[in-house]
Structures are given as structure tokens and as C-alpha cells.
């Protein structure tokens, strides 16, 4: 079957998590197509399935991810969805309802957290400081959760034919 993830990150956790679960998915035989939303601006949704991925920075879903949800809803509506976030509040199920319209998630075959990490070199000082305040650490934090994303891929693959 062919997938897109279409996804759009800020720091490259999104972007990471994405590949992996790309790879997930072709193992299990699917054609699956990344699309970065800050490089594609315009995207044609010709897939049998459309996986969805942003950050949360700052209680707020990445604006380029809700753009593209915006622009494509009636798309993304009638066809077989699957949506995934990156953050770092693991209240996810309540976060999530503030990135992507109810109906939406109401509707998508799979919804997952992917976890998140500190990439402190990607971020500029001003932000870096403040999390590093924040985390109390000048070390790399990883938290990607790979089991949700397995989760997550094995509920796409069983809402495909």
C-alpha cells in the first residue's frame, strides 16, 4: 500500500521519528513516501494512507503541520489518516486536541506520542538556555519513545486492506 508521512519539525525529532517509522512500515511491505511540509509546500495526496507528524513546542502544534491539515481537510477526512506528535509533555491525548481539529483525530486509524529529545546544537542560545535552565542539564536528552512507534505502525498496518 502506499503511505505518506507528511511531517514538519523544528529541532529534527519529528523528522527522526518519522524515518522510523517509514522503515517500520516498508518492512512490512508498504511504499512509503517522506514529505518534509517546510520543504513541499504544495502536496498532492494521492496515497491510501496519510500518517501526520508535528512537534509541540510551547503548548503549541508546529504552524506549517496545521497549514497543511488546514488546507487539506476535506482530503484527509475521506481517506484512512493516522496522526503522531513530538513534545515534551507526555499528557499527549490532551495536547493533541489543541494541534488537529476534532474530527480529525475522531476519525484517524491510529494516534500516537513518539516521545522527544533536546537537540541543544539545533536550537538558538536564547531557547537553548532556557530549556537547558529548564531540564537542568547541558547534556543531550532523548526520550523517542521506539514501542509507541511500533504501536502506532502496527495500527496503520491493520487499517490497511
Same mark, same amino acid.
Request: charged content about 35%; aromatic content about 8%.
Given at each position: 500500500m502506499k503511505i505518506l508521512i507528511a511531517y514538519a519539525t523544528r529541532f529534527g525529532t519529528t523528522e527522526k521519528c518519522a524515518g522510523m517509522l517509514?522503515?517500520?512500515?516498508?518492512? +512490512?511491505? @508498504?511504499?512509503?513516501k517522506l514529505m518534509d511540509l517546510k520543504k513541499n509546500k504544495?502536496?498532492?495526496?494521492?496515497?491510501?494512507?496519510?500518517?501526520?507528524?508535528?512537534? /509541540?513546542? #510551547? /503548548? &503549541?502544534m508546529n504552524a506549517i503541520v496545521? &497549514? /497543511?491539515v488546514k488546507?487539506?481537510?476535506?482530503?484527509?477526512?475521506n481517506m484512512k489518516t493516522g496522526i503522531f506528535m513530538c513534545g515534551a509533555?507526555?499528557? !499527549?491525548? +490532551?495536547e493533541?486536541? +489543541?494541534?488537529f481539529p476534532e474530527e480529525l483525530l475522531d476519525k484517524a486509524v491510529a494516534k500516537g506520542y513518539f516521545g522527544f529529545e %533536546?537537540? !541543544?546544537?539545533? %536550537? @538558538?542560545? %536564547?531557547?537553548r538556555n532556557i530549556m537547558q535552565k529548564a531540564w537542568k542539564t547541558t547534556e543531550p536528552v532523548s526520550k523517542i519513545n521506539i514501542e509507541n512507534?511500533? +504501536?502506532? #505502525?502496527?495500527?496503520?498496518?491493520?487499517a490497511l486492506p
Open positions: 517509514a522503515e517500520i512500515l516498508k518492512e +512490512k511491505g @508498504n511504499e512509503v504544495s502536496v498532492k495526496i494521492q496515497n491510501d494512507l496519510v500518517v501526520v507528524g508535528g512537534s /509541540f513546542v #510551547a /503548548f &503549541r496545521k &497549514r /497543511f488546507r487539506n481537510l476535506d482530503t484527509l477526512l509533555d507526555e499528557d !499527549w491525548e +490532551k493533541i486536541k +489543541k494541534g %533536546m537537540n !541543544w546544537d539545533k %536550537m @538558538n542560545p %536564547m531557547v512507534i511500533r +504501536k502506532f #505502525a502496527e495500527e496503520i498496518a491493520e
